[in-house]
């Protein structure tokens, strides 16, 4: 891995849930000795990219993201354009929906409004990248994906999030031909105990696939009727966003995708 690779990834492990880190921990989460985090975060440091706070000397994220994610939003405003659907997604199911962009081998979560009418309810974070082998929005993503860049995907080790969770690659591989005639990817309690995943692809102007739409909600909640409910929303939000965003859904048939 490159200086700039390894720079970049250590902005990785910083979340909603951890805004800020210090440097023994951050060295013992990427695995690297303090004397190159040190090094690689100053020089983020010196362009904005992280800062530290006075009074604990832990790293958080600096300045520079919020400068370069107003420009990317100001060119191609993905999230304005969709949050009204997710309102109504929102609205329509009771529960957590989010939006996610496909990112190389993750999703990342670009946008979600949690559940307000409910107590118990699907928490997210907004930092959070999400797997593709065990998420709904992921197999979603999978089962539209040319069949070597989904094999590639899934060529490595997979993490098991659970004890629901699938690893073995064939077996994630042989479940997306249904997630393609459905138009909806479900999962159980593969990323998270109890939480119930179901996501439909967003695409591009070319066809290809580039995020998911979804809802989450405790598995306790899932019943037939609501899964066929929750269908109808996912596939309405899913093609209004692809629309929003310029994109095409492909042809069936048209598409050279896993098996």
Known sequence: MGTVDKALSLLDFFSESRPEIGLSELARMAGYDKATVLR??????????????VKTRDFRLGPALLRLAHIREASLPQRASAQPILERM??????????????????????FIEASAHAMRVYMDAGERIPLHASASGLACLAHMPVEEARTALSGALRSYTDHTITDASRILSHLDNVRKTGIAEIDQAFEDGVYGMAGPIFASDGSVTGAVGIATPSSRVTDAFRSKAHKIIRKAASDITRAWGGVAPEAGNEETAA
């Not at 690689?40 to 706070?53: I, Y």
């Not at 929906?97 to 670009?110: C, Y």
Request: glycine letters at 8%; hydrophobic letters at 40%.
């Open 90 to 111: 929102s609205a329509e199911s009771g529960e957590t929906v989010h939006l996610l962009l496909l990112g190389k081998n993750h999703l990342e979560t670009i946008d």
């Open 40 to 53: 690689l975060m100053t020089a983020l440091a010196d362009r904005g990219f992280v800062e530290q706070n």
